[in-house]
């Protein structure tokens, strides 16, 4: 079964906002991560935060997690053209395999 | 270069021919995973392997197999394909459970 889920299901923004996008789970963790895939393409892993960890930065990237509520929160900051794509987030509910919600769409208009 | 690469890309096949969608990596990486993406369901999760000879199911493992007998390949065999099995298929690899997976380009299969 899917252990995470993103929301909002899409996004749409203009370049140099800011797009959140959140990630709730079921079950206890060992740690979360978040990937980016464009149109069709394979995904590509962003960052990964362990369940020890409430935040973690990478470039305009920052990752949250509040362990206490099940829920992650990935923020792009200044946003591009660039960074449109959908992005999953991907829980391991303890077995250390990541499994994937169904992800966000996020658009970014020049 | 570090990647994991799946063939082929693209595949059309007719319901009961039997297939091999072929996965290797070249980063000595001990976890390997199988994914099918379909639109408005995400990514759901075949068959994974921790190791060599060591392989377990996932979410939706009906209908397909796997083998891990060299660390460096995990082919996913369709038996029987039949038309539910249209989908994108990603193979990816990880270190271990302290590292990201690298994802390969993806396999479009169509079962008519």
């Known amino acids: 079964s899917q252990q995470g889920e993103e929301d909002p299901q899409a996004l749409s923004i203009q370049e140099g906002e800011n797009a959140t996008m959140n990630c709730s789970y079921k079950?206890?963790?060992?740690?979360l991560q978040w990937y980016r895939q464009n149109s069709g393409r394979g995904l590509v892993h962003l960052i990964l935060i362990r369940s020890n960890e409430r935040e973690k930065h990478s470039g305009r990237l920052r990752v949250t997690l509040d362990t206490s509520k099940k829920s992650s929160s990935l923020l792009i900051t200044a946003s591009r053209a660039a960074d449109t794509a959908s992005y999953f987030c991907?829980?391991?509910?303890?077995?250390?395999?990541?499994?994937f919600g169904r992800g966000t769409s996020l658009i970014v208009h020049p | 270069e570090a990647q994991v690469t799946q063939n082929p890309r693209y595949l059309i096949t007719v319901t009961g021919k039997k297939l091999t969608v072929t996965c290797s990596q070249n980063m000595n990486h001990e976890y390997m995973s199988w994914y099918r993406q379909d639109p408005g369901l995400g990514l759901r999760q075949i068959y994974y392997s921790m190791n060599v000879e060591v392989t377990d199911k996932g979410d939706v493992p009906e209908g397909y197999k796997v083998s891990r007998k060299e660390k460096r390949n995990f082919p996913l065999i369709l038996e029987s394909p039949s038309p539910n099995q249209t989908s994108l298929y990603f193979c990816?690899?990880?270190?271990?459970?302290?590292?990201?997976?690298?994802f390969g380009s993806g396999t479009r299969l169509t079962v008519v």
């Open positions: 079950t206890s963790i060992n740690n």
């Open positions: 991907a829980t391991d509910g303890g077995s250390y395999i990541p499994t």
């Open positions: 990816a690899s990880s270190m271990d459970s302290n590292y990201g997976y690298t």
